[in-house]
């Protein structure tokens, strides 16, 4: 497989705005009926879903007197804009004040989730299972929260009418999308380096671009809705792969054409 012009062809496709697909952040009539029976968590889900979450922590091998908070599902599940992109976010709160090294703990943290998210695909009712661990004191911005240590809702979700310029979206999001083609551009010429340094930039640029949005409009932000745009159109994932295989070929002695790319379905 020629992987140069099968992957530019297909980022060339979607850049431009009018193939940029925001249909899914429209509000639905109902919660997503798969998981939820007149406002409330199926039986079965919950049940399963605790499970998950307390073989998880205790894989951790924390000190015993680290306790598990609580067990949430936040997201778009937990609201009204749920879509077939949508993940079940099982978030696992623990006090991160416990801990003397904080710093070196989220790193561990988030190692341990990555790679249970890579190894593991778990579905309920079509919705794939996605593990984090949450600091109980930080700020979560969510339309919904539903405990399911406790078996209700901290946060309820509603619906009301949004007024979202989806064109602006669209636009925003597709700069982004050819921002990230310009990266991949430097990795197709073998410019390794200065396509690192372009994806490193480029992500936190759009990771800070989202905290922005979020603490000033909530989830319906410009900014948020153009971070998930990137997701779903997947664009996140090959600027993740590019960083990495940036890195890689730059350190790498005799580096040769890499053939392909391996994305997490």
């Known amino acids: ?12 496709e979607v850049s431009d705005s009018q193939f940029v697909d925001v249909s899914s952040f429209k509000q639905k009539e109902t919660l997503a009926p798969e998981i939820w029976e007149r406002g409330t968590l199926l039986s079965d889900v919950r049940a399963s879903a ?4 307390q073989k998880f922590f205790d894989s951790l091998t924390l000190d015993p007197s680290i306790q598990l908070e609580d067990i949430i599902l936040t997201g778009s599940l937990a609201t009204y804009n749920w879509s077939d992109y949508s993940d079940f976010d099982l978030h696992i709160l623990i006090d991160f004040d416990q801990f003397q090294n904080r710093e070196l703990m989220e790193d561990y943290f988030k190692e341990k989730t990555r790679n249970w998210n890579n190894t593991h695909k778990i579905t309920f009712g079509g919705y794939e299972v996605e593990v984090y661990i949450q600091d109980s004191k930080e700020t979560h911005h969510a339309n919904g929260i539903w405990s399911l240590t406790e078996n209700r809702w901290l946060k ?7 007024d979202v310029d989806y064109e602006t979206v669209k636009k925003k999001a597709a700069n982004l999308m050819d921002q990230i083609d310009n990266v991949y551009d430097y990795y197709a010429e073998k410019d390794f380096v200065t396509a690192k340094r372009m994806a490193d930039h480029l992500m936190e640029r759009i990771r800070k671009y989202r905290r922005a949005g979020l603490s000033q409009n909530g989830i319906y932000s410009t900014e948020n809705l153009v971070f998930k745009t990137l997701r779903r159109n997947e664009y996140l994932k090959k600027l993740s792969s590019l960083r990495i295989l940036s890195y890689d070929a730059s350190m790498s002695l005799n580096e040769r054409e890499v053939d392909y790319i391996t994305y997490k379905k």
């Open 156 to 162: 309820q979700p509603s619906r009301f009418k949004t």
């Open 1 to 12: 497989m020629d992987f140069n012009k099968t992957w530019k062809n297909f980022l060339e």
């Open 50 to 53: 605790v499970d998950i979450a």
